[in-house]
């Protein structure tokens, strides 16, 4: 197919990547998974994981593969959403390369296996990711993913997503506070989660803490927006 | 610079697009921008005004470009924001075109002046709108974007780049009322909405209806977040 059939003058072919914000909370910290790069340019240097999207291949099908080669994890089990995509000019010295940006926050996950453009793969805290240079823009998607982890925590269920099954409000309150980086009133966040509509299913079931009562545990509801909201 | 640099087999190149949902209220109705396109393909099918990113030139400056050329109105004017990518292979019967769409939101804009690519270009009722069968996947953005309008108006201050200022309350309701499609009782949203931090600027003046008491004017504040938030 002539791809110059549309396009004007000034205006040259380009390509596309998806690159992945993929956050976790670990050891009681918000953790993203960084890949050192295997090849030019930058290599040696941290990178959010991410790749060409290929032909024929839909964006969210692209960051799902990307997603899958860099973590060996589905997709359809964590949260997984476009962030935004960037293109300013400079921001790749191979050419002009559009990249789309994905948001990816799930439990606690298993060590990455390296991929064939991953060298090295990690779990890396993000406030020292953000304080490090990374390669291309990817700082700067870095911390809007991050960002918008935290505002999609005030007015969506989307915390839950960080929670393995089943989970209790301890558990949910934890996450909450890692993200935010702010300690939270229990009993306040309590009563707001358990009356939240559809937020959390209660399992019937119990964890039996080392001391104190035992902890009902829950398993996230059908709702994605949290009504009313919880606020920062 | 040779592209193929980075490209590993499977991945050729490609075009990259923005695609604006200008939405305005107009004679009581949330209305879209739609061009009818004066070329292959699609050509004679109403569609989102948009085109190519030039080289050289920035995801939010081609956007900016596109309205000034579809509007003659300053993005600075309004409110733009980027929306969502869209990147499915068959969208674009050309070739592998993706497309970067914005958000623009804005009072009741003059009427467009034809651009190069928009052999006519009018407001539509977005009602209507989306019962068309527009160019491309051009239904899918707009109906994406009418509904980020109407979500946004619950937890931040957008609702009032569609008033030109200054503005009354009452003035901001029917925004609302119209945007959502639903009636908001009077009282209830002057109390929240005068309440809300930052959201409105009294100006000190009022102004006189036909009947019944002067109303206060306002013009927007600094707050981008709606704390409490108005929810539909």
Redesign the interface.
Known sequence: ???S????A???????TVDLVILTVRAGRLQALLIQRGKI?FKGDLALPGG????????DAAAARELFEETTIDAAHLHLE?L??????DRDP?????T?AYLALGPNLPLPVAGTDAAEARWCPVDEALESDLAFDHGRILADGVERARAKLE?TTVAAAFCPEPFTVADLRHIYEVVWGAKLDPSNFHRKVTRAQDFLVPTGDHRLPDLGRPAALYRRGPATTL???I?R
Chains 1, 2 share one sequence.
């Open positions: 197919m002539n791809m059939d549309g396009r004007p000034g205006v040259s072919p380009v390509s596309v340019p060409y999207v290929r032909d024929g291949e839909g964006l476009q935004r995509t960037y293109g300013d000019p191979r050419g002009r390369v559009f789309v007015y009504t009313p909201a606020l």
